[in-house]
């Protein structure tokens, strides 16, 4: 079992800046993937950055290039997103995912993959 516990969520004006935690415990394979997604109201859950925790190899989506930082604190067992230039869209409940490496040591982005979740944290991006 793996347990996942976010934090730092909250509401912001558009520009402006948050920082997610997920702290991780329990049997946490560290040659596995971490990540965070997201799912807003009437939409399905997306994956927003993704981590292979034993190389530090990260993968983001898109939408998110160049905003959104995804970092591991090994120490710490504790994974993180900095989130900056947020915009409108960027409002979703965010989650924080455990699930198996992918072939290559590609993170999938698909949530169905990921077995272990958080309960969430809530970003609210205002205009």
């Known amino acids: 079992q793996v347990q996942l516990v976010e934090s730092g969520g909250g509401s912001v004006q558009a520009g402006g800046s948050l920082r997610l935690s997920c702290t991780v415990s329990?049997?946490?394979?560290?040659?596995?993937?971490l990540g965070w997604f997201r799912q807003a109201p009437g939409k399905e859950r997306e994956g927003v950055a993704r981590?292979?925790?034993?190389?530090?190899?990260?993968y983001y989506a898109d939408s998110v290039k160049g905003r959104f930082t995804i970092a591991q604190d090994n120490a710490k067992n504790t994974l993180t997103l900095q989130m900056d230039s947020l915009k409108p869209e960027d409002t979703a409940m965010y989650y924080c995912?455990?699930?198996?490496?992918?072939?290559?040591?590609?993170?999938?982005?698909?949530?169905?993959?990921?077995?272990?979740w958080g309960q969430g944290t809530q970003v609210t991006v205002s205009s």
């Open positions: 329990g049997a946490f394979d560290s040659n596995s993937c």
């Open positions: 995912a455990a699930g198996p490496l992918g072939s290559g040591g590609y993170c999938t982005t698909s949530p169905q993959l990921y077995r272990y």
């Open positions: 981590i292979y925790w034993y190389r530090n190899w990260k």
